[in-house]
């Protein structure tokens, strides 16, 4: 799978480095080539005899070596490999990418290449959560690095939350994804995301709590699978997704518009929360507050349907219509329902609103459980990382597409 494949494995140090062994022997398996450069953090848990045994390869330890830098050890390591994976990657060696520190053999290596970079994150989940690591993760992603985990769990040091490092047969997964063919290559995919925001007047809206989190994953996703995307957003607190052409509208006439000018496509997401009502009248000037009057009175008027809308288009309806369903109650009937009704081929449901313990069910949460419905089944979901969501519906497509089963092993996007 991995033939002819020459990847350069950066260990930074954590416990979690001896998954990197694993990780090793795993992409020797798959018949590619690794070399390994070990950090003075990654000495402390692993050695480099036992990377080196098992890479079957040279481990570059030390930036300063004469040998190897008499051949120039960190720009040649940094160009004639494939693509470069660093794991695990500490806060310490994300912060050194993001600000191009360059103290060491690997930070080095990163800051003179001109490859693809796979990083995949392991720390304390409250380094994870620091303002600090995410920043500098942001930046990377900003970049083109991707970004395998980190996932949820139990962690050494005694704690539980985000910041375990991916298991290596997940990691390779990535490595193979970076090799292959793109399955949506050619194909044009529109996407919306996030809420709308009903004026009521310059200062005052009317909106809902959608973060904007699933619609950018899809079209992340999308992306990854060779989609040219185009997502519509509504007002969001996140990055454009790379490579994605984005638009930010605010209301949801706005982003009828832009959607209806986004045709022709193949695929058509609407994951966006739109308001379904509008005030009837806008005013021109912030309602003040009266000691003595009564509070204003609204009334309020149906906004556009833009999953209908699309689902019905007559002369440019995409081949597949994906809607959501937020509900609170009810929730198949009503997937159901929309389905009919909207005349759209799928409809993902998923619970909004606080759960049992006072949790957000999805608006604003990474995690969402999700009813996918069709004319002929539905398919329930587990609550998962959107991200993950995200790839289980680019896979669905993909199969739709190709009208055949896909091994989650090869599209596993």
């Known amino acids: ?23 090793i022997r795993l ?8 070399t390994c450069i070990l950090t003075k953090g990654g000495e402390q848990f692993i050695t480099p005899l036992s990377v080196s045994s098992l890479s079957g390869n040279k481990v570059y330890c030390d930036l300063w070596s004469l040998t190897d830098e008499a051949e120039m050890g960190h720009i040649r390591l ?9 794991a695990p990657a500490s806060a310490d060696i994300i912060a050194k990418m993001a600000h191009g520190i360059a103290d060491d053999i690997a930070s080095t290596t990163l800051l003179a290449t001109n490859k693809n970079i796979i990083i995949v994150p392991a720390m304390n989940p409250e380094m994870w959560n620091n303002t600090a690591t995410q920043e500098n993760i942001k930046t990377l992603i900003n970049r083109g690095v991707k970004l395998v985990g980190p996932e949820k769990g139990e962690m050494a040091c005694g704690e539980t939350g985000l910041g375990r490092m991916s298991e290596p047969e997940d990691i390779l997964t990535s490595i193979k994804d970076f090799f292959f063919d793109k399955p949506l ?31 950018y994953e899809i079209a992340k996703a999308l ?10 957003s509504g007002p969001a607190n996140l990055n454009s997704p790379k490579n994605v052409k984005t638009i930010h509208i605010e209301t949801a006439q706005d982003m ?33 507050k009266e000691e003595s009057s009564k509070s204003p009175s ?16 007559k002369s440019k309806r995409p081949d597949l219509v994906i809607g959501f369903a937020a509900e609170t109650q009810n929730i198949e009937a009503h997937a159901q329902s929309k389905l009919e009704k909207k005349g759209c081929d799928w409809i993902l449901a998923n619970y909004v609103g606080k759960d049992d313990l006072g949790n957000e069910r999805a608006f604003g949460s990474n995690e969402n459980q999700i009813y996918f419905v069709t004319d002929k089944k539905m398919e329930t979901w587990k ?31």
């Open 223 to 232: 992306e990854q699978a060779g989609a040219n995307v185009t997502l519509v």
């Open 78 to 86: 940094s160009r004639e490999n494939d693509l470069i994976v660093v």
């Open 298 to 313: 609204l009334s309020f008027i149906q906004t556009p349907d833009i999953l209908n809308t699309i689902s019905n288009h």
């Open 185 to 215: 290559k050619n194909i044009n995919a529109l996407v919306t995301a996030g809420p709308t925001y009903e004026p009521i007047d310059p200062v005052r809206f009317i909106g809902n709590r959608s973060s904007g989190i699933q619609g």
């Open 256 to 288: 009828l518009n832009a959607c209806i000018s986004a045709l022709p496509v193949q695929i058509c997401i609407c994951s966006a929360a739109v308001s379904d009502w509008k005030p009837q009248h806008q005013s021109s000037q912030k309602i003040k």
């Open 27 to 34: 992409i020797k398996k798959n018949n590619g080539s690794v």
């Open 383 to 413: 609550r998962q990382a959107k991200s993950i969501i995200a790839r289980k519906l680019v896979k669905k497509i993909i199969e739709h597409i190709n009208d055949k089963k896909v091994q989650d092993k090869q599209w596993n996007l």
């Open 1 to 23: 799978m991995l033939k002819d494949k020459k990847i350069l494995l950066i260990i930074s140090g954590g416990i979690s480095a001896y998954k990197s062994l694993e990780l």
